[in-house]
């Protein structure tokens, strides 16, 4: 062997060949001018010596770095999101299949997000962004654009019309949420959601809503509550809406991590999930078929979603219309054990749960 793996040249897989390094080169650029047999041995000493192209002087040729980036806020009481794992994950099985790499890094304010895309930008240490937990009225992407940088966003903002995303139905998934909750046989629906700045908060938000207008149930405001996404969330959530004189016999969550604190506390306050109180969520983690009761949720896989936006956002870097890479996917309902017709009236909840004060 030439040298160590790892410290292999173009050079030494030339020597090896017995042919010009400008003929190796040519191979490894995909040039069709060189002969078949040549080819496959160029091709067999590359593998056999562990040679590989230097990233570096690639991306000086090509003007790119193939790497992708995402900049996840924290911090701001937002807590961790077990979405956001998954959905990296997705994303780097995507790129090393296709010999591209993903730079992560955090930022703990709004400001902080958009000095740092400005910093990779300048650094040229990216060739596009992929943006996560849009916001209502976002300033990445008013930033991005203003700076005709590429990159998918994964939700969708107040007007969307104009570049790439990869978003779920949210309005209609919750709209279905509450028609499953109805068939049931529940009529009192609480809902827990998360910050108003979110765009698919405000979605699901509105898709509760409107599910309860298609059913008939007049909205009552003190059945929605608001909390930071995290499982001590959903424990709060859940805390006030029982709390009401008349609570809910279902909770509606905007997502797994949510529903999942909301089971906890149920469960601490002696409650039965899935008979004396119905709950569901939204993500269909992994950690949701594990938990006890299993969880019913309303399913969008993270990992698929992942690779689907990384294939997006590398046709926007090789000069896609972004306003033509738009995709609106469903969510499936995944039935399991949290969720059944209501063992008890608001009453008799309301009942029970002072028993346990």
């Known amino acids: ?26 191979v490894l650029n995909n040039y069709t001018d060189i002969s078949a047999g040549t080819r496959e041995r160029i091709l067999a000493a590359v593998k056999e010596l562990g040679y590989y192209p230097s990233s570096t002087a690639r991306s000086l040729k090509r003007g790119r770095q193939d790497t992708l980036g995402i900049v996840v806020p924290v911090g701001g009481g937002r807590g961790a999101d077990p979405f956001l794992s998954e959905f990296i994950d997705g994303i780097a099985r995507a790129l090393d299949e296709l010999d591209r790499d993903l730079l992560v890094t955090t930022a703990n304010s709004a400001q902080h997000v958009l000095e740092t895309h400005e910093r ?39 007007d969307p019309r104009s570049f790439a995303w990869l978003d779920v139905d949210n309005e209609a998934t919750f709209i279905n949420g509450v028609e499953h909750l109805v068939g049931l046989g529940h009529q009192r629906i609480g809902f827990i959601g998360g910050p108003g700045d979110l765009n698919f908060a405000c979605q699901r938000r509105d898709g509760y809503r409107n599910g309860l207008q298609n059913a008939g149930i007049i909205l009552e405001p003190s059945l929605e509550v608001e909390q930071a996404l995290t499982e001590e969330g959903g424990v709060e959530g859940a805390r006030q809406l029982l709390a009401l004189e008349t609570p809910p016999t279902a909770l509606l969550c905007v997502t797994d991590a949510l529903a999942i604190g909301a089971m906890r ?47 997006m ?28 017709p209501p063992a008890k009236t608001p009453q008799e909840l309301a009942k029970a749960l002072r028993k346990t004060v």
């Not at 596009?128 to 990159?151: C, H, Y």
């Not at 601490?268 to 950690?287: A, Q, S």
């Not at 949701?288 to 294939?311: D, M």
């Open 1 to 26: 062997m030439a040298g160590s793996r790892g410290s292999v040249t173009i050079e030494d897989v030339a020597r090896h060949v017995g042919v010009a390094k400008g003929t190796v080169s040519r």
């Open 313 to 340: 956002l590398i046709d926007v870097i090789e000069g896609t219309d972004p306003a033509t890479r738009q995709e609106l996917a469903q969510a499936d309902l995944v039935r399991r054990s949290s969720d059944g």
């Open 120 to 158: 990779l930008i300048a650094r040229r240490k990216v060739d596009g962004f992929i943006l996560t937990r849009t916001e209502v009225n976002d300033p990445r992407i008013d930033f991005l654009q203003l700076r005709r940088f590429p990159f998918v966003a994964h939700g969708r903002t107040s």
């Open 265 to 311: 506390l149920c469960r601490d306050r002696g409650l039965r999930v899935g008979e004396d109180v119905t709950i569901i969520g939204y993500d269909g983690l992994p950690v949701g078929a594990y938990v006890e009761p299993p969880l019913t949720t309303f399913s969008q896989s993270a990992q698929s979603a992942g690779g689907k936006i990384a294939r």
